[in-house]
């Protein structure tokens, strides 16, 4: 039997090399695209809220904005009303709204009726049970 340690050992070699490579190729895309949602936050906020923005063409048409603002705080992180207002008229669901502020507040004070979204803090909203996002949109949380 040959000894293949040697072409082994190169082998083992040019794939570390290579996992080297693309760890670094990695981090540079995680610092590039964090760059770009910084920079994007803040065209948002210099020229307003985009209606045919990014968010728009991954929102399902069947979803209602009850269940578009559980979807968002099912990341279980602390959303204020305007985050909120702000991410539902991204995704264009209140376009014919001459307040969508009061619109999410509605919504909002609904989702507390019904046990789904509590008060974080004084300026925050959060889910109350985590729920997997194949639940939402399943039955529609507000008439």
């Known amino acids: 039997m040959a000894d293949i340690r040697a072409e082994l050992r190169e082998r083992l070699e040019r794939r570390l090399k290579r996992q ?14 964090k760059a770009l949602r910084v920079l994007y936050e803040l065209e948002q906020d210099e020229h307003g809220v985009l209606k045919s923005g990014w968010m728009q063409a991954h929102v399902p048409s069947n979803l209602s904005a009850g269940d578009f603002i559980l979807k968002m705080m099912s990341d279980g992180n602390v959303w204020t009303a305007a985050d909120l207002r702000d991410k539902a008229t991204e995704a264009g669901l209140f376009r014919d709204s001459r307040s969508p502020g009061r ?16 008060k974080a803090d004084d300026s925050g909203w959060i889910i109350s049970r985590k729920r997997p996002a194949d639940d939402v949109g399943e039955a529609p949380l507000l008439g």
Do not use: F
């Open 20 to 33: 080297e490579e693309l760890s670094n190729e990695l981090e540079s895309l995680e610092a590039e695209i």
């Open 103 to 118: 619109s999410v507040q509605g919504i909002l004070m609904g989702l507390i009726k019904q046990g789904k979204i509590r």
